[in-house]
């Protein structure tokens, strides 16, 4: 099946039930809240902590109908959509423009070998890798280093979406300078009046939780094994969709967390359709019941890692070169 005829199969998915919709947005803020009011309020401080570690999950749930919001999957030309979800944006360090900036276009290039790293990862191959100067290699290498994904609540949110995206253009970004104000407020407001254990357990532990997961899934949904980049000149919308987007395996309990997102070809491949259609529209088109596959597995976590550089030779991505000096790698193969 030719790319717009796989692009033309999926529309009859990307058709939203409203009811549906306001269901799961609504459910899910309720267990926000729940989540929430056990972090800060529960009699047993091992509850607090369950608490906060459900609140952090059930954020990145939320985040996912935020942008199927913004994709027009969900919710769709709803003014009350989008007072809910600009609010939680700022909410969760992800402000509406810069995201919609950033995620349009990391939709409309997505692996291409250059110029995919706008809202993405950045991509060297192997060739480029041995050209670039130490200073390239060691910006190319924390961008994709394990710790950056892991703080992603400072290097990814605060720090880029947040902080950088203000500097770069105040007058477009300014939602990002009052999500960055609005975020301080919140730490500074909970730990006068309640404590800083209070601040961890409601709003810093949670957004630390919900980024770390966040930026691992943006990572490994396009560096998983078996991923294909393209060149710009060959580069096509439907072979990114498919071949350079991850299916992740998850059970019912992730499943829910992460919003079905492990669907992440299909979502690719046409962004109308809402989250709670992925999985229904991958199992009735066969072209999209797709190899290989990644989980949240530890095996697959650290084998995605792994994967630093293209390399068209072999059409994989591979890790660092063993014959790359050690002082000019920032983080090891």
């Known amino acids: 099946m030719q790319g717009n005829e796989l692009v033309a199969v999926t529309r009859p998915f990307a058709s939203e039930n409203r009811a549906r919709s306001v269901y799961h947005v609504a ?10 009011a056990v972090a800060a309020a529960a009699p047993y401080k091992p509850l607090r902590i369950l608490g906060s570690v459900i609140e952090g999950l059930v ?19 709803s003014k009350v959509g989008s007072v809910i979800f600009g609010l939680y944006g700022a909410l969760v360090l992800t402000p509406p423009r810069v995201w919609r900036q950033t995620h349009n276009y990391h939709h ?11 809202g993405s990862y950045p991509v060297m191959t192997v060739e480029m890798w041995k050209r670039a100067p130490r200073s390239k290699r060691i910006a190319y290498a924390l961008a994709r280093h394990p710790l950056t994904i892991l703080f992603g609540y400072v290097t990814i949110f605060l720090a880029g979406m947040c902080i950088s995206a203000f500097l770069r253009n105040p007058k477009e970004n300014w939602d990002s300078a009052a999500a960055f104000v609005l975020h301080a407020a919140l730490v500074s407001t909970i730990t006068y009046f309640f404590g800083w254990e209070m601040t961890l357990l409601v709003l810093v532990g949670p957004l630390f939780i919900a980024c770390a997961l966040g ?10 094994p078996g991923v294909h980049m393209q060149p710009r000149q060959t580069w096509t919308f439907a ?6 987007s991850s299916f992740m395996r998850c059970g019912p309990i992730m499943s829910y967390f992460t919003g079905d997102i492990g669907y992440h070809h299909v979502h690719h491949l046409n962004a109308a359709i809402p989250f709670y259609r992925l999985r229904e529209a991958m199992a009735a088109i066969p072209e999209l019941q797709v ?5 949240l597995s530890p095996r697959d976590i650290l084998h995605c890692f792994s994967l630093k550089l293209w390399d068209p030779q072999t ?6 070169p063993k014959d790359a000096p050690p002082e000019e790698v920032a983080e090891p193969a």
């Open 108 to 118: 409309a290039h997505t692996a291409k070998i250059v110029g995919a790293q706008i």
């Open 215 to 224: 930026s691992y899934l943006f990572y490994a949904q396009h560096n998983f």
């Open 315 to 320: 059409g994989k991505m591979v890790p660092y």
């Open 239 to 244: 072979r990114a969709a498919v071949e350079s």
């Open 59 to 77: 954020i990145v749930r939320a985040f996912i109908l935020s942008h199927d919001f913004h994709h027009g999957a969900l919710l769709r030309k």
């Open 27 to 36: 459910s899910t803020f309720a267990v926000l809240a729940l989540a929430t």
């Open 291 to 295: 190899e290989p596959q990644t989980s």
